[in-house]
């Protein structure tokens, strides 16, 4: 019985899945009625689709079926016009976030996919905060340029639901430049819930760069000198490179003791310093890692901004942010995902982050929750949404949840996506309330103009 | 040699609007037109590994996920391994006295000396190894949920199916749907789906076996206590780079990090979007450089390069010799004509009427002097009485120096000015028109690009 259940569940996910079809309701092959443009197509040899998952830091890029990417690649290219090195994400115009995509994407097709565009369908895995910019100029190139079959536009925190076979869950996506939680039941993504903080690796980077610039030690030839005497900033390349091979996320104890000894201003409080590290630099010499430098760079994670916000905060406001019957399921389906949360340590620290959180005021009386459980993908954190692109991707329906190229050469853009409004709507989640969809797009505002305004503008 | 240098001065207009050095251009013979590397249509030609040179048919190159299989890379440093030999002494339990020797191999890293002994790989008896090969470790879970979602994807499409088959509409009763503005029918239509979905026989559908659900875990991992209290050994925690390299295996220690087989490269083929014709194709055999075609535009249309610029001075007119050459083994007749708007910065006078290039005679490469220039009497300084400035500077073989009269109106930014290069193109090979073509027109027609000329800057 119980495993019947699954079934239907999942079945169900499946069929609000359709949030996904729904969502391209105004494409002609996705209608239960009509024979679908790419029936050829889809029958039987069709050749695997390409899943693309571009990140403001790695594009995670491969074929549908597979078990991981067959590349992970820098989201940067050199453009040819300028001879400049930029960053897919760094873009100041539609024209020029053109350009770029049609390089880059000249790049994974040539030389990691080593497919041709136009023989394999897509599936682009995004972020539920993608602005609409960057979808439309994605279709554009893939369709106008490169002219792919078709297009699937995934969120990243769905899929990465498929690679558990569950249909209710928080997903949590600690990547680069921000941490965004969706709620997600019965297979329906809660858009009022959704949380975001400009807060992931930029961030740790940010200060653990700053950390070392103001307390490092070099040695040259012997000689001691601090770091700042001697170069103005470290490379983005070395500082991440510090940050994966020594630091890691404290644990909860630590992390209040430490906070302690630096209000109070007391060393004496500090707990046992890790043990410190020399990193080798180009050209000889030899930069000191502390303890302290290793164990705080990332606690920008968990402080919390002057909105009270931080990367634990946005689960327990999303859950909030639900009805109550839906909580303790949500809770009990973490998914941690994004290369940030790979960091050593992180996902115990955020738990008890959470358990502690729930005994504040704000929290306390109001979510009714106790408990939290974590699940873990078959993956590696840094490409779950991926793995979910690709187990969708395989399935021989993608061509009905597909855009295809005709119906996007009629609409002469993305259409409408309101649908996903529409699947929010009939399950009646949220009754009554037209205007999740403008949430949305205020969200994608605030999260842009945030990300623009943080203190260092873009990765360089 | 100054071609070396001065390529991105001279940039002509490409049918796509884009400017590019000649070199960078192709030339459609079927279309008569310009196109570069952005307007044609790229294509994988052939595959094979950089490393061994082995061809590979594309199939097969799926196959092995885009890599060779008997080549392999350092996981450390990516730098191609070598297999190398070694003899190991063998005891023979029966005679101890006795002393063997055993011929094996192992890999190792000419550039960091990482070996496979680094790692407990075992070394082999034979060159060509046999090194094990490493399965996703969540392999079987992977192939379940693959195995699921394909269950689910059947049921889905038999039911559409049906439901086609039931429910056809009239094309315009579904356009009506699909175009008219507003979610709701969208939404009627989903939940008609829901319904029918509910209702549909399921007689002779197989049961779909569920995939089993891992459960979540209330108790996530601390961080080991090693990372507070053991020294960190930098040498032995892989790189981010290193990690990415073969994302499903991510290791954090250098231990476990295996060889890779080498990423196989591609040759490209370039064919013209418009009539489909190639304009590029490498030849099969990885080691050439050669093409099986390549209609590079340097061969068909007339090369333009600077040849003498005087200082420039703002508003002050000077003579610069520009360099016209003849790419075709026939006579080619060339006219000029300026364009003084933006880009433009300088105000140009080129020479007027038709202008003459001696046709290419590959046998007279080195000899300029036995080319025969004399027929051509276009050089009107010995009619100094009609011109005060002649316009033909010399002529050399199939080459001829013109000069043109530029006054600069910039000082601040190079000097840039624009002409169409219009000249008349001999059909070396009519046979690649349609008939039709040839009886309308004979086979040489005018064409025309346009040019653009950085001077570079003026002198105050
Ligand atoms: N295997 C890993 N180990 C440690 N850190 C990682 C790993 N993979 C990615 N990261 C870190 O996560 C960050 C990017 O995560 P990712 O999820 O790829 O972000 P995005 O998708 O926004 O580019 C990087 O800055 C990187 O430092
Ligand atoms: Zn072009
Ligand atoms: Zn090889
Ligand atoms: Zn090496
Ligand atoms: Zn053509």
Redesign the interface.
């Given at each position: 019985m119980e495993?019947?259940n699954?079934?239907v569940n999942?079945?169900f996910v499946?069929?609000k899945q359709?949030f996904i079809n729904?969502r391209l309701?105004?494409?002609?092959d996705s209608?239960?009625?009509?024979?679908p443009l790419f029936e050829g197509l889809s029958a039987g040899s069709e050749k695997s689709a390409v899943i693309l998952d571009i990140g403001a830091a790695?594009s995670?890029v491969g074929?549908a079926?597979?078990?991981?990417?067959?590349a992970?690649v820098s989201s940067k290219v050199k453009l040819?016009k300028t001879k400049k090195e930029v960053f897919v994400w760094d873009y100041s115009s539609e024209e020029e976030l053109f350009d770029i995509l049609?390089e880059f994407f000249?790049l994974l097709y040539?030389k990691?996919?080593?497919?041709?565009p136009?023989d394999r369908r897509v599936v682009f895995c995004e972020s539920i905060l993608c602005p609409t910019q960057f979808r439309e100029t994605v279709a554009k190139v893939l369709f106008k340029h490169y002219?792919v079959p078709s297009i699937l536009f995934a969120p990243s925190h769905l899929l990465a639901m498929?690679?558990?076979?569950?249909n209710t869950g928080l997903v949590l996506d600690a990547g680069f430049s921000e941490t965004t939680v969706l709620p997600i039941y019965e297979g329906i993504p809660i858009i009022k819930g959704v949380q975001t903080v400009t807060v992931a690796a930029r961030e740790i980077h940010r200060n653990l760069a700053a950390l070392l610039q103001d307390q490092a030690v070099l040695i040259t030839d012997g000689e001691e000198a601090p770091l700042a005497s001697k170069m103005s900033s470290l490379p983005d390349t070395v500082i991440?490179?510090i940050k994966?091979?020594?630091c890691?996320?404290?644990?909860i104890n630590?992390a209040r003791l430490i906070q302690q000894s630096i209000l109070q201003n007391d060393e004496s409080k500090w707990?046992?310093v890790?043990?410190s590290?020399?990193?080798?630099l180009d050209g000889g010499s030899k930069l000191v890692v502390t303890g302290k430098v290793?164990e705080v760079a990332c606690e920008v994670l968990f402080e919390q901004d002057m909105e009270e916000k931080s990367v634990a905060t946005t689960i327990l406001d999303a859950i909030l942010q639900c009805p109550l019957d839906m909580r303790i399921p949500l809770a009990?389906?973490?998914v941690l995902m994004g290369g940030t949360s790979?960091l050593?340590?992180f996902?115990?620290?955020l738990?008890d982050e959470l358990k502690e959180l729930l005994s504040k005021p704000q929290y306390k009386d109001r979510l009714a929750i106790s408990?939290?459980?974590?699940?873990?993908p078959?993956?590696?954190a840094?490409?779950t949404a991926w793995l979910g692109g690709s187990?969708?991707g395989?399935?021989?329906?993608l061509s009905?949840r597909s855009l295809s190229r005709e119906a996007y050469n009629q609409a002469g853009k993305v259409p409408d996506w309101?649908?996903l409004?529409?699947a929010v709507?009939?399950a009646e989640v949220v009754p009554k309330e037209r205007s999740s969809m403008k949430q949305l797009e205020a969200l994608r505002k605030l999260s842009l103009e945030k990300s623009s305004a943080g203190a260092s503008p873009t990765p360089k | 040699m100054a071609s070396l240098l001065q390529f991105e001065k001279v940039l002509m207009k490409c049918s796509c609007d884009i400017k590019s050095p000649i070199i960078n251009l192709y030339f459609c013979k079927h279309c008569l037109k310009l196109r570069c590397?952005?307007c044609v249509?790229?294509?994988?030609d052939s595959?094979s590994c950089p490393n061994c040179l082995e061809n590979m048919p594309s199939a097969e190159?799926?196959l092995k996920?885009?890599r060779c299989a008997n080549c392999l890379d350092c996981p450390s440093c990516n730098h191609s391994l070598t297999t190398r030999a070694t003899s190991v002494a063998l005891t023979d339990s029966q005679s101890p006295d006795k002393k063997m020797t055993k011929k094996v191999y192992y890999l190792a890293c000419g550039l960091c000396r990482w070996t496979s002994r680094d790692i407990g790989l075992g070394d082999k008896e034979t060159a060509s190894g046999g090194w094990e090969e490493h399965d996703?470790p969540?392999?079987e879970?992977?192939n379940e949920?693959?195995e699921?979602?394909?269950q689910?994807?059947?049921?889905?499409?038999n039911e559409?199916e049906q439901?086609?088959f039931n429910?056809?509409?009239t094309y315009l009763r579904?356009q009506e749907?699909?175009?008219s503005p507003g979610?709701l029918a969208?939404?009627r239509?989903?939940?008609f789906?829901?319904a029918l979905?509910s209702m549909a026989p399921k007689t002779d559908e197989p049961e779909?076996t569920?995939?089993k659900?891992?459960?979540?875990?209330?108790e996530?991992?601390?961080?080991p206590s090693k990372?507070?209290?053991?020294?960190?050994v930098?040498e032995k925690?892989?790189?981010?780079a290193q990690?990415?390299?073969r994302?499903?295996f991510?290791s954090?220690q250098v231990e476990g990090l295996y060889p890779r087989h080498k990423h196989?490269v591609?040759k490209?083929s370039q064919r013209c979007r418009e009539c489909e014709h190639n304009l590029s194709k490498p030849e099969y055999n990885p080691s050439s450089i050669k093409f099986k075609i390549q209609l590079v535009a340097l061969h068909h249309i007339p090369d333009v390069r600077i040849y003498l610029v005087p200082k420039l001075y703002q508003a002050k007119e000077s003579i610069v010799t520009i360099l016209l050459s003849n790419p075709s083994q026939e006579k080619m007749e060339t006219e000029l004509e300026a364009i003084n708007e933006p880009p433009s910065t300088g105000l140009l006078t080129v020479p007027e009427g038709l202008l003459v290039l001696a046709a290419k005679d590959i046998t007279a490469e080195f000899d300029e002097k036995t080319a025969d220039t004399s027929e051509f009497k276009d050089n009107p300084e010995k009619k100094s009485s009609e011109t005060s400035q002649g316009h033909i500077q010399f002529r050399s073989g199939h080459k001829l120096g013109v000069l043109f009269k530029v006054t600069p109106q910039t000082s601040d930014s190079d000097v840039v000015v624009c002409f169409k290069l219009k000249y008349k193109y001999h059909n070396t090979s009519p046979s690649l028109r349609t008939p039709v073509e040839d009886e309308e027109k004979p086979d040489a027609v005018w064409l025309e690009h346009e040019v653009e000329i950085n001077l570079g800057a003026t002198s105050p």
């Open positions: 495993a019947l699954v079934v999942v079945a499946l069929e359709s729904l309701s105004a494409v002609p209608d239960p009625f009509t024979m790695y995670k074929f079926g597979e078990f991981g990417p067959w992970f040819s049609v000249h040539f990691h996919l080593l497919v041709n136009k002219e498929f690679t558990l076979g569950i991440e490179d994966v091979r020594t890691f996320v404290t644990n630590r707990p046992a890790p043990s590290v020399e990193y080798p290793r009990q389906n973490l790979m050593p340590g996902a115990h620290r738990v408990s939290f459980k974590v699940h873990s078959p993956s590696e840094n490409y187990l969708f395989a399935m021989e329906i009905y309101c649908s409004d529409d709507q009939e | 590397g952005r249509s790229h294509e994988v595959y190159a799926k996920k885009n996703n969540h392999f879970r992977l949920l693959l699921f979602y394909h689910l994807a059947i049921k889905e499409k559409r439901k086609k429910k056809r509409r579904l749907k699909y175009f979610g969208t939404r239509k989903a939940s789906l829901n979905s779909i569920p995939v659900l891992i459960e979540p875990k209330e996530v991992d601390p961080l990372y507070y209290t053991q020294p960190l930098l925690v892989t790189t981010l990690r990415l390299n994302p499903e991510a954090s196989l591609i490209r």
